[in-house]
């Protein structure tokens, strides 16, 4: 077991010390000790400077490397929700002040973030463990996979945690896509019956005659066809331009419904697939489909009139 992981050791079987600690005191107890057995000379005020002043705002320690960039380490007591504005505020500096790599602690709770990732604080965090609750091993090798001096010094600390940020964007990105597609159908299936009679209201209001029922419910259908796929799918979307008034209705009617609509999908995707959507993506998917929708009607239009 490495010294690292016999100090961690240590502190996994103290359950009361640091929760008790001042910040002053889980400095000296904590902080420094971890930050000498990853190799980084506290000493040295070019490699581990003491309270760093960046925008206002004073951060525990800055941890320097010559070409690599920056990490920032600094104390939030305690790491929970309650803190979570400290948290923005801290991570949100880091990525101002183009550091690299920013660490979040209560001695206890560690928490690791990428600042320069777009995203929220959740999609930051690239690593985090409980001292108390994980194994001395386990939380020597995160120290040692990202914080320790060598490993920070070669850039390697920051190159792995961008890319944990970045594969998981991708997989979130990937994930979005097919629940925004999922709800939208479960959407305007649902409440087909509901859209149709609408639709016949709004062709009269705006056309001034009253589509049969019966006509305006084959062209929902045709609609529904062209948009409960994917978006790759949508892309093909093609009015006859016997539709074309209809179509006209749609998108007058549908712009109308947006906000509707965002909330019907935000509430489908986080019943169906586990997770609360932005409203801004769920909106953004909604006027694609609109860009799709407003083309398709262009076309039959010019084909009505050629």
């Given at each position: 077991m490495s010294q690292l992981a016999t100090f961690l050791s240590n502190l996994h079987s103290d359950t009361r010390s640091m929760t008790a600690y001042s910040v002053l005191?889980?400095?000296?107890?904590?902080?420094?000790?971890?930050?000498?057995?990853?190799?980084?000379?506290a000493f040295d005020i070019s490699k581990v400077q003491a309270d760093h002043s960046a925008g206002g705002i004073t951060v525990d320690y800055a941890l320097q490397t010559p070409t690599s960039?920056?990490?920032f380490l600094h104390i939030?007591?305690?790491?929970?929700?309650?803190?979570?504005?400290?948290q923005e505020k801290i991570v949100k500096l880091a990525g101002a002040e183009?550091?690299?790599?920013?660490?979040?602690?209560?001695?206890?709770?560690?928490?690791?973030?990428?600042?320069?990732?777009?995203?929220?604080?959740?999609?930051?965090?690239?690593?985090?463990?409980?001292?108390?609750?994980?194994?001395?091993?386990?939380?020597?090798?995160?120290?040692?996979?990202y914080l320790s001096h060598r490993i920070a010094v070669s850039g390697t600390a920051f190159t792995r945690a961008e890319k944990?940020?970045?594969?998981?964007?991708?997989?979130?990105?990937?994930?979005?896509?097919?629940?925004?597609?999922?709800?939208?159908?479960?959407?305007?299936?649902?409440?087909?019956t509901i859209f149709v009679e609408l639709l016949v209201v709004e062709t009269k209001r705006l056309f001034g005659h009253e589509e049969k029922i019966e006509t305006v419910q084959k062209f929902f259908s045709?609609?529904?066809?062209m948009t409960t796929g994917e978006i790759s799918h949508a892309?093909?979307?093609?009015?006859?331009?016997?539709?074309?008034?209809?179509?006209?209705?749609?998108?007058?009617?549908?712009?109308?419904?947006?906000?509707l609509f965002v909330e019907?999908?935000?509430?489908?995707?986080?019943?169906?697939?586990?997770?609360?959507p932005e409203k801004e993506s769920v909106t953004a998917y909604l006027q694609t489909l609109r860009g799709l929708q407003d083309q398709a009607v262009d076309n039959a239009k010019r084909l009505k009139e050629a």
């Open positions: 005191q889980l400095k000296q107890a904590v902080i420094l000790k971890v930050l000498h057995l990853l190799g980084w000379d960039g920056m990490i939030i007591k305690p790491l929970d929700d309650s803190t979570r504005e400290q183009n550091v690299r790599i920013a660490v979040l602690t209560d001695g206890v709770h560690w928490e690791m973030f990428a600042p320069a990732v777009r995203g929220t604080l959740n999609e930051k965090q690239f690593a985090k463990f409980n001292i108390h609750e994980q194994s001395a091993d386990e939380c020597d090798h995160l120290l040692k996979h944990i940020c970045s594969e998981r964007l991708k997989k979130k990105n990937a994930n979005l896509s097919t629940a925004l597609s999922d709800a939208w159908a479960s959407v305007i299936q649902e409440f087909e045709r609609f529904l066809s892309k093909r979307m093609k009015y006859d331009p016997a539709d074309t008034s209809l179509a006209e209705a749609w998108s007058a009617l549908s712009m109308q419904l947006d906000p019907l999908m935000v509430m489908d995707i986080e019943k169906t697939h586990g997770f609360i």
